[in-house]
């Protein structure tokens, strides 16, 4: 029989692994790594999220299509962040003339 | 399900050729929608970029003030019902009535159990008066930053608990018509699609742990 699922043990591999990503970044919440401590978390979340992707809802072995689909979230979601923070980010760059000095709490664009 | 001019039962619609093909497009639906779901919790994932990014210290001292041991127990309780989730799909492509049904009531409960737990955490909110409105308290600095913060949480969670509860009615729902043996006689597609939601919405967990939990660090 052709079938789509895996085996019962690739998912208990894969929830094992889940789990000990968790206590990786529970851990790691503990650790003063300072800017890096958001770093970690996005890493270690990302992974965990690629991992129920591609193995619990089978984009692994899916058609290409399902994988577009996929795909399209991501990529519109990265278009809305790129182009927010590409603002709020970039409000310091063109420095204000002399006579109008903004106090460098106002650089981000604080409201 | 329709009745073929033979009388054989057949559950393709008379829009699709073949069960394959009405498979596929109910698959690539849920992933639409799943993408539109990105977007919808983009939004709020976004302005919590923002903020975080302009208020730094003060999110991470307003994350301390979170449950992080029940926010971390909710992590483990949905990671584990994604996996029952996923051996249910397995189930129902084995035509295993039994142990199908079975899997959607676990999965089911432990999305109650998550329930059970966010409301107690959100009591514990409550009563330490770090529900924004009026009656927020904040006795550290940048009081309207940290409002921003829990502001965000409860919207993000609370969005993200609406979604749990849409799965749990969905799930029971699933599990009466496969003791009815609607999954095991022919065709699954409900089950599967069913499943890509519950594990999106284990995913938007995945990402609101660290950021809502372990701000800075503790």
């Known amino acids: ?111 | 399900m329709n009745v073929t001019s033979t009388g054989a039962t057949s559950f393709v619609h008379e829009q699709f050729d073949d069960i394959e093909q009405q498979r596929n497009a109910a698959q690539l639906g849920m992933w639409i929608f799943l993408a539109t779901e990105v977007l919808f919790f983009g939004g709020l994932f976004l302005g919590y970029t923002v903020y975080r990014s302009l208020y730094p210290d003060t999110f991470a001292a307003a994350s301390h003030h979170t449950e992080v041991v029940l926010g971390g127990t909710n992590t483990a309780v949905l990671l584990f019902s994604s996996a029952l989730m996923a051996l249910a799909v397995r189930a129902a492509e084995f035509k295993n009535r039994k142990q199908l049904v079975w899997l959607l009531l676990g999965t089911a409960f432990l999305g109650i159990v998550f329930m059970a737990i966010k409301g107690v955490e959100y009591h514990k909110d409550f009563v330490e008066y770090l529900v924004p409105g009026s009656h927020f308290e904040w006795h550290e600095a940048n009081r309207s930053h940290a409002e921003i913060f829990f502001w965000l949480y409860f919207a993000m969670t609370g969005l993200h608990a609406i979604h749990v509860t849409v799965g749990i009615f969905v799930l029971l729902t699933l599990a009466v018509l496969a003791w009815l043996g609607k999954f095991t006689a022919g065709h699954h597609t409900p089950v599967e699609v069913a499943g890509l939601y519950w594990h999106f919405v284990d995913i938007v967990w995945i990402f609101l742990f660290p950021l809502m939990y372990l701000a800075g660090h503790r």
């Open chain 1, 1 to 111: 029989m052709e079938t789509s699922t895996h085996s019962p043990k690739v998912y208990w591999t894969i929830c094992a692994a889940l789990m000990m990503l968790l206590a990786l970044t529970w851990s790691i919440g503990y650790v003063n790594l300072g800017s890096f401590n958001l770093v970690v978390a996005l890493a270690i979340s990302i992974s965990k999220a690629l991992l129920v992707a591609l193995f619990f809802m089978h984009i692994k072995g899916s058609s290409r299509l399902l994988h577009l689909a996929a795909t399209a979230g991501i990529i519109w979601l990265l278009i809305l962040f790129s182009l927010t923070l590409g603002d709020y980010f970039t409000r310091n760059f063109l420095q204000p003339t002399s006579s109008h000095k903004v106090p460098p709490e106002q650089f981000h664009g604080a409201p």
